[in-house]
């Protein structure tokens, strides 16, 4: 059974920072490309940051480019998403997700299958 399990959430203040992990059961990660999204009241699902199953090639949405960081531990079969200088714009909950089939637009969230049940992410002073 395909699991993931997102957490490392919290509040902190602006110009801090979070690492988010992604915990996944049911199948090997690296096989599979890992995105994570995050959704703030009233708006859409945006992508964020996606991780490729092939080379590991990484994608980032423009408004956290030089800011996110997604990384993976193959041993640990868990994704990261380190988050520096935090803006109170980042404030959503934040998403992991994964898909059986090749992803064609990694920070579309219309191309992944399987999701966790997210966790939140405020930032305020």
């Known amino acids: 059974q395909v699991q993931l399990v997102e957490s490392g959430g919290g509040l902190v203040q602006p110009g801090g920072s979070l690492r988010l992990s992604c915990a996944a059961s049911g199948f090997t990660l690296d096989r599979y490309a890992i995105g994570w999204f995050r959704q703030a009241p009233g708006k859409e699902r945006e992508g964020v940051s996606c991780?490729?199953?092939?080379?590991?090639?990484?994608y980032y949405a423009d408004s956290v480019k030089g800011r996110f960081t997604i990384s993976r531990d193959n041993a640990k079969n868990t994704v990261y998403l380190q988050m520096d200088s935090l803006k109170p714009e980042d404030t959503a909950v934040y998403y992991c997700?994964?898909?059986?089939?090749?992803?064609?637009?990694?920070?579309?969230?219309?191309?992944?299958?399987?999701w966790g049940q997210g966790t939140q992410v405020t930032v305020s002073s």
């Open positions: 991780i490729s199953s092939s080379d590991g090639s990484t």
């Open positions: 997700a994964t898909t059986r089939y090749e992803v064609v637009t990694p920070l579309s969230p219309y191309e992944y299958d399987f």
